[in-house]
């Protein structure tokens, strides 16, 4: 919103009708941004998302980037139903979409645009999940080249080398039969992205430290496993993950305890 002394200032008639010049609408989406970046910090999800559907015939890519996030994070509330929910993904698909068109070279629309794509893998079946995980994995990769230091889309990486990693003797079949070359990966590879996301933010995420711990226990080196599941186990609770994954890294570590 253009500030009060701004807007009541006098103009000249011929001016009355003249469409905002381009000084006012980037100080405008800046000012809607520095709102939604309060809203989302303060947890504030469904007042973020009307804040920001307000404005998704935007051009903008930052603003379409942030849509596909909000639309993302109602989508994941408790509250919200199954037939909202695959509604939310595909629109949260669709800004990020826009996004990446409007700027190419936005990191955050390209680790959008792959987080998303791997939500509506969801509702379209193995064959297209699989399909959909080259995609994933290339805008990834190219988030991260974009800025090297961008933990979330490193521990993104890490995540996809994982679950690539434990992919289930079944749909390694399913892929080898629709691809010549189906997506590979191993737990080695996932733990050097979960090593370096922590490098370049020690601590930044307790699912980081939490992954970090399942793949040393996926490569039976109990010792390293143990020492990042207690850290995991002690991290401060924030949110509602932090609690899950503190209760899930208890657990391993009770697990370990009893095999001893």
């Not at 009060?4 to 009355?16: D, F, G, N, T």
């Not at 992919?167 to 080695?188: C, D, G, H, N």
Request: aromatic share 12%; glycine share 4%.
């Amino acid at each position: 919103m253009i500030s009060r002394s701004v807007e009541e200032s006098p103009k000249p008639k011929q001016q009355l009708h003249s469409p905002p010049c381009f000084s006012e609408r980037v100080f405008k989406i800046e000012e809607v941004l520095e709102q939604a970046d309060y809203l989302y910090e303060s947890g504030e999800t469904e007042k973020l998302y009307q804040l920001l559907t307000q404005y998704k015939e935007s051009e903008d890519a930052e603003l379409l980037w942030h849509l596909a996030r909000a639309s993302r994070d109602v989508a994941q509330l408790s509250g919200t139903s199954e037939e909202e929910k695959k509604f939310l993904v595909y629109e949260a698909l669709e800004y990020a979409k826009r996004a990446l068109e409007k700027n190419e070279s936005s990191r955050a629309a390209h680790k959008w645009y792959a987080i998303c794509i791997g939500d509506v893998g969801d509702y379209e079946g193995i064959k297209a999940k699989t399909a959909n995980a080259y995609i994933i994995k290339e805008h990834f990769e190219k988030a991260i080249e974009l800025n090297p230091k961008d933990t979330t889309s490193i521990h993104l990486m890490g995540i996809w080398c994982y679950t690539v990693a434990e992919m289930p003797w079944y749909q390694r079949r399913i892929a080898k039969v629709l691809f010549a070359t189906p997506p590979s990966s191993t737990y080695e590879e996932a733990l050097g992205y979960f090593h370096r996301a922590e490098q370049v933010d020690p601590n930044f995420y307790s699912k980081n430290l939490l992954l970090l711990g399942k793949t040393y226990l996926k490569l039976h080196n109990k010792k390293f496993a143990a020492f990042w599941l207690t850290k995991a186990k002690d991290y401060p609770v924030h949110t509602e993950e932090d609690k899950q994954i503190q209760t899930e890294a208890a657990q391993l570590l009770t697990g370990f305890s009893d095999k001893n």
